[in-house]
Antibody
Framework: EVQLVESGGDLVQPGESLRLSCAAS????????MNWVRQAPGKGLEWVSY????????YYADSVKGRFTISRNNAKNSLYLQMNSLRAEDTAVYYC?????????WGQGTLVTVSS | QSVLTQPPSASGTPGQRVTISCSGS????????VNWYQQLPGTAPKLLIH???QRPSGVPDRFSGSKSGTSASLAISGLQSEDEADYYC????????????FGTGTKVTVL
């Protein structure tokens, strides 16, 4: 069974950093592209970042470019999102999602709250 | 803000057919496959349609997708109470530094 489990969400102050993790199981992680998608409270979905299966190709949404860094460790079946210089508008549930054309599996999400 | 526009709401009675539109541009829908996601209250999104009109395994054939030019549509036929959810279209956009864009979302209510 495919499973994606996010962790690392927390309450942080503006300007602080946080690292999210996504543990994958039930499939050959190293052969799949991965993404981070977020959803602010009561709002719609916003794609955050993409990483290819090897990690050689990475894309970011303009809203996080220069502040967030996506990475993966295929040996540990894990996806990461390093978030620096956090802002109030980064408050959201963050989901990891598998795929490139259609995101066919999603985690349950982890909540990041940025507030003073 | 989203570059894919959807109506904020749609509704129907059980058994009816409901259609949701998604309007984009040549750099996203016009040039890339469209996907649709269903998000039930309090849960993670679920892939409903990929590559314009393909249903993943397990998705009922009541759900169908289509695309024409820079617009796409999701149709739900034989509406059921469990279809009450938020629906989002999505596609890659070639003009925004290879960004994946979601639609504004449509809340479907079963009356």
């Amino acid at each position: 069974e495919v499973q994606l489990v996010e962790s690392g969400g927390d309450l942080v102050q503006p300007g602080e950093s946080l690292r999210l993790s996504c543990a994958a199981s039930g499939f050959t992680f190293s052969t799949y592209e991965m993404n981070w998608v977020r959803q602010a409270p009561g709002k719609g979905l916003e794609w955050v970042s993409y990483i290819s299966d090897s990690g050689s190709t990475i894309y970011y949404a303009d809203s996080v470019k220069g502040r967030f860094t996506i990475s993966r460790n295929n040996a540990k079946n894990s996806l990461y999102l390093q978030m620096n210089s956090l802002r109030a508008e980064d408050t959201a549930v963050y989901y990891c999602a598998r795929g490139q054309i259609g995101f066919d599996y999603w985690g349950q999400g982890t909540l990041v709250t940025v507030s003073s | 803000q989203s570059v894919l526009t959807q109506p904020p709401s749609a509704s129907g009675t059980p058994g009816q057919r409901v259609t949701i539109s998604c309007s984009g541009s040549s750099s996203n829908i016009g040039d890339n496959p469209v996907n649709w996601y269903q998000q039930l209250p309090g849960t993670a999104p679920k892939l409903l349609i990929h590559s314009n009109n393909q249903r993943p395994s397990g998705v009922p054939d009541r759900f169908s997708g289509s695309k024409s030019g820079t617009s796409a549509s999701l149709a739900i036929s034989g509406l059921q109470s469990e279809d009450e959810a938020d629906y989002y279209c999505a596609a890659w956009d070639d003009s925004l530094n290879d960004s994946y864009v979601f639609g504004t979302g449509t809340k479907v209510t079963v009356l």
